[in-house]
Structures are given as structure tokens and as C-alpha cells.
């Protein structure tokens, strides 16, 4: 019993890693420069993004697959994309020009559509970043995740997950990667036990209301995904520091 009362009051004091969605994409609009900015501003951990291939594999920051007026972006060319404006009169960035924004801040780049034609385009935007190991990649397609592993396993990977499954550790493992991204909904204690029973990480998408933060946080999730990182800050209260004897100081 005192080892569980231990184990209970040390997840309860480490706090989850604070991570912007699209940028603070509560405050400016997702997924453009003024969202990344706001989010460093706004002291998150980490940024979660979108990217996608062009044709000529260019990756670009974006959610959405089309471009208003322009067509699916994986038919289009940079120089086709870059005539583009988002809603804020902002050009669609590029990866590499976002990473610089964020320097050494976790990031979190979620792929939507990529060819194998370009997964290199991909892992040199990476490679090229201020603070490559704080970049990571995650998707809901599986494939690119264990393409992306088999051709370079260094870079850290995740799969996102809108189910919950029978196995989550086996469909990480599958995929080669360390963190599951869950839909906030779907995450409970015993998944939560089972993938870090298993080494992995646990992320939570997307929350802002403080009932779910507070839930979250004492399920002991190591993320938390929302569009208001400020809000979810002061949700969680501060965060405690840890010795490597787990003790906190």
C-alpha cells in the first residue's frame, strides 16, 4: 500500500509537459507563424504541427490537405503554395522555417500526407533544425510512421490513436514508435499504466476544459495537447523538479 500511496503522490507532482496545438491556435490562427510565436510567448513546452508534401516535396506546414482556391497541396509546387495566404494574410510556412522559429522546443510534426518519394525531404528539414532531438513525428497513417523508422530510427516517433484498441504497446511497437497520442476521451488509467509499463509516452488530444486537464493530469499522461497552453498551465499548476532518486525537491 505505501508503495502505491508513492507511485500516486509522485505522478500526482509531475506535471505533463504543456504542448501548443498548431501553435496556440486559441489565440492566432493554426498552423501559421503568429500561432508559434504565440505559443514560445505564452512559455509552452512544445508545438504540435501539420505538414504535408508538395509535388516536387516541399514540406509545408498545413492542416488541411487543400488549399482554399488552389487545389490538394500534393499536387501542387512550392511556388504554387507560396501565392497562397492564410486567413491572417500570412504565407503557408515551411517545416524548416517554423523549426527555426521554434529552436530548441519540442515539436511535434504531424504528417498528413507524404510519398516515400519524400520521406528524405522530411528528415532533412529534421536534420536541418536548430535542436533536431526536439523533433518528432507522429500520424494517424501507421505506414509513414514505420517507413519513417525503418530509414532512420534516431528520430523519435508516435502514432495517434482515435480508438481505443486492444493492444496500444503492440500497435506502437508495430509502428516503431515510443509515444501514443490518444484522443483525451479515450485515455484511462489502465492505458496509461500498460504503455508505460512498457517504456512509452502518453500524449493527450486535444483538451483545454480544466475538468479534463485536471483528470488527465492525475492519470499521469506525459502531455497534454491544446489550443490554449496558458489555460492548460495554469490548470495543472506549477511543475515540480525531480531528483534521479525520484525524489522531489
Not at 130 to 146: E, L, M, N
Not at 181 to 190: S, T
Not at 192 to 202: D, F, K, Q, S
Request: charged share 25%; glycine share 8%; aromatic share 6%.
Amino acid at each position: 500500500m505505501a508503495a502505491a500511496v508513492r507511485r500516486y503522490l509522485l505522478r500526482m507532482l509531475k506535471r505533463p509537459r504543456v504542448i501548443a496545438h498548431r501553435g496556440a491556435s486559441g489565440y492566432e490562427y493554426e498552423n501559421s507563424r503568429a500561432a508559434f510565436r504565440r505559443a514560445i510567448a505564452l512559455d509552452a513546452d512544445g508545438v504540435e504541427l501539420d505538414v504535408h508534401a508538395t509535388r516536387d516535396g516541399a514540406i509545408v506546414v498545413h492542416h488541411d490537405a487543400e488549399l482554399p482556391g488552389y487545389g490538394p497541396i500534393p499536387l501542387l509546387s512550392l511556388e504554387d503554395v507560396r501565392q497562397a495566404r492564410l486567413r491572417n494574410g500570412e504565407t503557408v510556412p515551411l517545416l524548416s522555417e517554423v523549426l527555426e522559429i521554434l529552436g530548441t522546443r519540442e515539436t511535434w510534426i504531424e504528417v498528413k500526407s507524404l510519398a516515400g518519394a519524400h520521406d528524405g525531404e522530411l528528415l532533412q528539414a529534421i536534420a536541418g533544425a536548430p535542436a533536431p532531438a526536439a523533433c518528432a513525428v507522429h500520424s494517424f497513417d501507421h505506414r509513414i510512421i514505420r517507413r519513417l523508422h525503418a530509414a532512420a530510427p534516431p528520430v523519435r516517433l508516435g502514432v495517434l490513436l482515435s480508438a481505443y484498441v486492444l493492444d496500444p504497446v503492440r500497435v506502437m511497437r508495430d509502428a516503431g514508435a515510443t509515444c501514443l497520442w490518444q484522443e483525451a476521451e479515450l485515455i484511462d488509467e489502465e492505458l496509461v499504466n500498460r504503455v508505460h509499463a512498457a517504456g512509452g509516452e502518453v500524449i493527450a488530444w486535444t483538451v483545454d476544459e480544466a475538468g479534463a486537464l485536471d483528470r488527465l493530469t492525475r492519470l499521469g499522461v506525459d502531455g497534454l495537447c491544446g489550443n490554449y497552453p496558458d489555460r492548460i498551465r495554469i490548470a495543472i499548476g506549477p511543475k515540480a523538479a525531480f531528483r534521479a532518486d525520484d525524489r522531489w525537491v
